[in-house]
């Protein structure tokens, strides 16, 4: 620096305020070129900040969109949901695994699973190899415990079935993957199917989704809690007093009981040997009744009939569904046997004055006999070995807390039971009658 100055100055000498002038502007230039290196420091901070997050929202807007996807595909009816994976509009991967992680969702709150069957996605390559698309194309579907599914358990919540899996699908299950549905879980039951709780002692309590103090009813509530809570668009249940049609009523679904052998149950567990009297019904449950008619419409077809030749070969009459000819139809706001809950006599008025509405004629009737039909057609068929089948059941088993009462009083002696009921026939004559049935036919 003195030989920049001495340069500078034509004596040599270093005038003192010249050299302060220039220590001043050294520091200066020194002080600028470290605040510029800190301010480029700094905005490449800010840069990656800014990169970070436009990362952030540019994700949040990915997740927003997929949610705003997924709440479009779940709030979709079957009908239209079908519709659009076989017009291609929507990928059957993103459907199932939207309803995989809404099922997810409700049965961590409800318990209304039983397991995921994995093999899904291979249903979901297989769909996507066919040239020729079913009725159910891409459609996840949940089925009840007991309809068998190659390579898993079907329970009934009963410990002795759980070292079987089964070997091959159910006809039913065949059929619905040849449509191009996509089994994707197995949903909970009560146990030995015998109850209008949903609850056993392997795999626990299932809940209403609506209440969590409530029951869904059974026994197919598993599949009443799923298809509520959202988890799943259509399932398959199963009835003989009530098990599609209870849940249904208790969860805000419709459900249908078809006429007993109208649709397969090979490979379907009866856990009763001999079976019961009353043979069981499979049926469809979902949000709506255009879904029920789709998966019957689906589920009737040659591959059926070819499969099941005990199955009545009628194929879903289209014609007669779509017709809008008025109909007659009757109607009863109770059978003289069962009390009726307000709730339920309003709504089959509401229903009643609905259909007048839309030109049909409603006739009201009373069911003949009822008394008759319940005790000595029901009852007594149903218990004529005295509840001997149904007992054979639990032994060795954990009896579920919910069906305890009812395993004790069949446990009870004969000679009691009819004691009881001669007791009781002033007082209580449906319970006498239904102890009486107990005895069995002897």
């Not at 340069?7 to 470290?34: H, I, T, Y």
């Not at 659009?84 to 409800?110: D, F, H, I, M, N």
């Not at 056993?200 to 103090?213: C, E």
């Not at 054979?392 to 039971?417: E, H, R």
Request: proline residues 7%; contains cysteine.
């Amino acid at each position: 620096m003195q030989q920049q100055l001495r340069q500078l100055l034509p004596d040599g000498e270093v005038s003192p305020s010249a050299a302060l002038a220039l220590l001043c502007g050294s520091a200066a230039a020194m002080a600028f070129w470290k605040w510029l290196g800190k301010r480029q420091i700094q905005e490449k901070m800010e840069e990656a900040r800014r990169t970070r997050d436009q990362g952030v929202k540019k994700m949040e807007k990915a997740v927003q969109q997929f949610r705003e996807q997924t709440a479009a595909i779940l709030s979709l009816p079957l009908v239209e949901l079908a519709g659009r994976l076989r017009e291609g509009s929507l990928s059957p991967e993103t459907v199932l695994y939207t309803y995989v992680e809404k099922a997810l969702e409700v049965t961590q709150q409800t318990n209304c699973l039983r397991h995921f069957i994995p093999e899904c996605e291979e249903q979901l390559q297989e769909i996507q190899r066919r040239k020729e698309k079913g009725l159910l194309y891409g459609v996840p579907i949940s089925i009840k415990d007991h309809i068998g599914h190659k390579g898993h358990l079907s329970t009934c919540g009963l410990v002795q079935f759980l070292n079987t899996p089964v070997q091959e699908d159910s006809v039913l299950v065949k059929v619905l993957k040849r449509q191009g549905a996509i089994p994707f879980a197995l949903t909970n039951v009560s146990q030995s199917l015998f109850s209008y709780d949903c609850s056993n002692a392997i795999f626990g309590q299932t809940l209403n989704p609506f209440n969590h103090k409530k029951s869904p009813g059974g026994s197919s509530g598993g599949e009443g809690a799923l298809i509520a809570g959202g988890g799943s668009i259509l399932g398959i249940g199963s009835d003989i007093g009530g098990s599609i049609r209870l849940p249904s009523s208790f969860c805000g679904l419709c459900g249908l009981k078809p006429t007993s052998e109208r649709l397969s149950s090979l490979c379907v567990l009866d856990v009763c040997s001999p079976p019961p009297p009353v043979t069981c019904a499979l049926g469809p449950m979902a949000r709506d009744v255009d879904s029920l008619a789709l998966c019957m419409k689906a589920l009737l077809c040659e591959e059926m009939f070819q499969l099941d030749p005990t199955v009545p070969p009628i194929p879903f009459n289209e014609e007669v569904y779509s017709s809008s000819a008025p109909l007659r139809i009757g109607y009863y706001d109770t059978d003289g046997y069962f009390p009726l809950p307000p709730c339920m006599r309003r709504a089959v008025h509401e229903t009643r004055d609905a259909l007048r509405a839309a030109g049909h004629e409603l006739v009201p009737f009373a069911p003949p006999q009822i008394h008759y039909v319940m005790t000595e057609l029901f009852l007594k068929t149903f218990f004529a070995d005295g509840g001997r089948a149904f007992l054979d059941l639990f032994a060795g088993n954990i009896v579920d807390s919910g069906l305890k009462p009812q395993v004790n009083c069949y446990k009870i002696p004969t000679l009691w039971k009819k004691l009881l009921a001669l007791i009781l026939k002033p007082l209580f004559p449906r319970l006498a009658d239904y102890l009486s049935a107990l005895c069995g036919m002897r």
